[in-house]
C-alpha cells in the first residue's frame, strides 16, 4: 500500500468444521521509503580564474536519502589540456546513507581560459626618446623581454614576452621602435601590442683628432702665379679630422687674386 489511510480491513476465521468468525481492524500505512538516490548536477564550464576546486558551491550535488540521512562528498580527476589555464575536471559526486549504501554520478566542469595577461596594478608602460644626438648603432636597447613581462600578471598562469625590432633611417636621421609580444600558456594575446620608439640623428660636426694641426699659411713666396702651392688635399685635410657616428667627407673651393707682382 502506498502511505495513508486508515483502512478497514476485515478478518474471517474458519475451522475445519466450517465455522466462521468475522471482525475487523482498522490499519493506518506507514510511509514507503525510497530507495538512495543522487542527483548529478549539470556539466558545466567555468572560467580559470573564478574556479575554486575546493568549493562544491561552483556546481552544487543533492541526494535523496529514503528516510533516513547521509552525507555527499566529492572527489575530482584532473584531465590535462593543452595549457595551464585550459583542463577539464571530471566530479564524481557520492551519496552515503545511513546503512553505509551509496550512489554516485559524474559531473564533467570544463576549465577555459580566454582572458589575457593584464597590467599589473601601479605598473606603467616604459616610454621612448625623441632627438637623441647620436649614431643608429648606439641607439637604446629599450626594455627586455624579462623587464617586461614583470610589468604584466596573469589569472591562470606564466606571462610569455617575445620582441620584435625595427629599424629605419641611416646616422643623419633615424627610428627604432621595438615591439612586445605578450601572451599567457594559453596564446591569450594582449593588444594592442606595447611599443616604444626611439629616434635621433648625428648633430655634430666633425672634430680635429687630437694633436692634430691645421696647415698653416705660407706667405712672401718669391714665385710666379703659376706656381703657387696647390695648398693640401681633400685627403690630407681629412685625415685630420674624425667623426662620432661616420666617415669625415671634404670638398675644397680655390679663389686665386692678384697677378705675377703680387
Known amino acids: 500500500y502506498n502511505s495513508g ?25 506507514a510511509p514507503c521509503c525510497e530507495g538512495l538516490i543522487i542527483q548529478c548536477p549539470a556539466d558545466i564550464t567555468v572560467d580559470c580564474a573564478v574556479f575554486d576546486q575546493n568549493d562544491p558551491s561552483t556546481s552544487g550535488g543533492s541526494a535523496t536519502f529514503g528516510c533516513g540521512t547521509g552525507t555527499i562528498t566529492f572527489t575530482d580527476v584532473l584531465l590535462p589540456g593543452d595549457c595551464s589555464g585550459a583542463y577539464v575536471v571530471e566530479r564524481t559526486w557520492v551519496a552515503t546513507d545511513d546503512t553505509g549504501a551509496t550512489d554516485d554520478c559524474v559531473q564533467i566542469i570544463t576549465i577555459t581560459d580566454g582572458t589575457a595577461p593584464t597590467l599589473r596594478p601601479g605598473a606603467a608602460l616604459p616610454e621612448g626618446q625623441t632627438d637623441i644626438n647620436d649614431c643608429i648603432a648606439n641607439a637604446p636597447e629599450g626594455p627586455s623581454t624579462a623587464e617586461m613581462a614583470e610589468l604584466f600578471e596573469d589569472d591562470c598562469g606564466t606571462v610569455d614576452v617575445s620582441r620584435s625590432v625595427n629599424r629605419s633611417g641611416d646616422d643623419c636621421s633615424w627610428t627604432v621602435t621595438y615591439e612586445y609580444t605578450i601572451t599567457d600558456d594559453c596564446g591569450n594575446e594582449v593588444t594592442p601590442k606595447p611599443t616604444v620608439s626611439y629616434s635621433g640623428g648625428d648633430d655634430n660636426a666633425p ?56
Open 5 to 29: 489511510g486508515p483502512f478497514l480491513v476485515t478478518l474471517t476465521v474458519v475451522d475445519a468444521d466450517g465455522v466462521s468468525d468475522t471482525d475487523t481492524m482498522t490499519v493506518t500505512a
Open 207 to 262: 672634430t680635429l683628432l687630437p694633436d692634430a694641426v691645421l696647415p698653416q699659411d705660407v706667405q712672401d713666396i718669391n714665385d710666379c702665379k703659376v706656381n703657387a702651392p696647390d695648398g693640401p688635399g681633400t685627403a690630407e685635410i681629412a685625415a685630420l679630422y674624425e667623426d662620432d657616428c661616420g666617415s669625415v667627407n671634404v670638398s675644397r673651393a680655390m679663389s686665386m687674386t692678384g697677378d705675377d707682382c703680387a
